[in-house]
């Protein structure tokens, strides 16, 4: 399988973004799909996720209640929803896929990733 995030840019701190990953060569129901993100010289940390069913999602505590992921099974997509952004929020997004029906918080546990979109946030 394999996956396109795009969306990044450059933004306004307060001011919303989306992000979407397209994916291809499978379709969601067979995966959890996943966003993390990786600040410069930072490790990479888990956002959150929405399983094969898309019934769960699951955030981390730092960004629940701004985050949020959906997706759209007719275009094969998922996307995530970054609302009153602040500067801590610029890094690259990866959106990844995992085939733990359920999700993961771990990297390790998602075997497919997109190749990451940049977002930068202006103060």
């Known amino acids: 399988v394999q996956l396109q995030a795009s969306g990044g840019g450059l933004v306004q701190a307060g001011s919303s973004l989306r992000l979407s990953c397209a994916v291809s060569?499978?379709?969601?129901?067979?995966?959890?799909m996943g966003w993390f993100r990786q600040a410069p010289g930072k490790e990479r940390d888990f956002l959150g996720y929405?399983?094969?069913?898309?019934?769960?999602?699951k955030y981390a505590d730092s960004v629940k209640g701004r985050f949020t992921i959906s997706r759209d099974t007719a275009k094969n997509t998922v996307n995530l929803q970054i609302d009153s952004l602040k500067p801590d929020d610029a890094a690259v997004y990866y959106c990844?896929?995992?085939?733990?029906?359920?999700?993961?918080?771990?990297?390790?546990?998602?075997?497919?990733w997109g190749q990451g979109t940049l977002v930068t946030v202006s103060s």
């Open positions: 990844a896929a995992s085939d733990l029906p359920y999700g993961s918080t771990r990297s390790t546990d998602f075997g497919y």
């Open positions: 060569g499978g379709t969601l129901s067979s995966y959890a």
């Open positions: 929405i399983s094969w069913s898309g019934l769960n999602t």
